[in-house]
């Protein structure tokens, strides 16, 4: 989940060209291509599997993360996100850990950084008496048994994402992932790699698939994980009705995106919780 930074020169935004504009800024050459991977890990306690509250290790975890040079966003004694070199460390909202990597050439980078990552855990994990698990789900405990992480966007999305299916909270609280964001350098070449992922998306959820169990039960599914987002919000979940049409671009990725109900607005520090209310 991204940080809850403050925004003090957002440009007012216009017209459509003002939006069509921000994705054609995105376009690079491709001897500028990056990935960035954002990689989610499960908190529980070491002596009985239970998830790991905010007051009751995750504060004490982030505050400790921060001797190593990480910087505690917004505050130090209340860290809710770490930043160091291009790097971020967030917090979803059952606790899970993300570390949103920086930009890197190849996977080797990544891996490394994930390496490191997980060896500065170690230094502080096991005193504490936390683990973490890479599964899809968490495997032994349901949603009424994981505590919210105190940031204020979490209220909203809990609030409003009961209202459009059964697997918003199980989503939030039990589940996590791994994505990986990709540079493109032009609408053509945006539209082709959108159609490629959306394709592929289904086949690597079920060649990594690791998350069959969730509350102490068999669930029926090889991925609970995946499965989740058939019943979450089907206005903002599945695959863009329109990514496989010839004339696939900008055009139609923002006519998608801008009819999806939004969770909120924000205004400085403060999100503003929006009913049936979308961008356009």
């Keep these: 989940m991204s940080r809850d ?3 003090t020169n957002s440009p007012a935004i216009e017209s459509r060209d003002d939006l069509l504009a921000y994705f054609c800024s995105g376009e690079k050459p491709p001897a500028q291509y990056r990935v960035g991977t954002e990689t989610e890990k499960i908190a529980f306690h070491l002596s009985d599997l239970s998830p790991v509250s905010y007051e009751g290790g995750i504060r004490q975890l982030l505050q400790a ?3 190593l040079g990480w910087n505690p966003e917004p505050r130090a004694e209340a860290p809710l996100a770490l930043t160091r070199n291009g790097a971020n460390i967030t917090l979803e909202p059952g606790g ?9 050439t190849s996977i080797h980078e990544t891996a490394s950084e994930l390496r490191n990552h997980l060896a500065e855990l170690e230094q502080f994990c096991p005193a504490m008496g936390i683990g973490f698990t890479t599964l899809g789900c968490r495997p032994f405990r349901g949603v009424e048994d994981v505590p919210w992480m105190p940031r204020e966007r979490y209220n909203i999305m809990r609030n409003y994402l009961q209202t459009t299916g059964k697997s918003g909270h199980h ?6 992932a791994i994505q990986a964001n990709y540079d493109y350098c032009s609408e053509a070449d945006m539209a082709q790699k959108m159609r490629c992922a959306m394709s592929l998306s289904p086949v690597i959820a079920a060649l990594f698939a690791n998350s069959p169990y969730a ?4 669930t029926g599914w090889r991925t609970r994980r995946y499965a989740m987002w058939l019943d979450l919000d089907p206005a903002r979940c599945g695959l863009i009705p329109t990514v496989y049409d010839a004339d696939f671009g900008y055009e139609k990725y923002l006519d998608w995106v801008v009819q999806i109900p939004m969770f909120f607005v924000k205004r400085g520090t403060n999100f503003i919780a929006v009913e049936n209310f979308t961008f356009a």
């Design 171 to 176: 989503m939030m609280l039990l589940s996590a």
């Design 96 to 104: 899970q850990l993300e570390l949103s990597g920086a930009p890197f």
């Design 215 to 218: 509350d102490n039960r068999w």
């Design 5 to 7: 930074t403050v925004i």
């Design 65 to 67: 993360l921060t001797s």
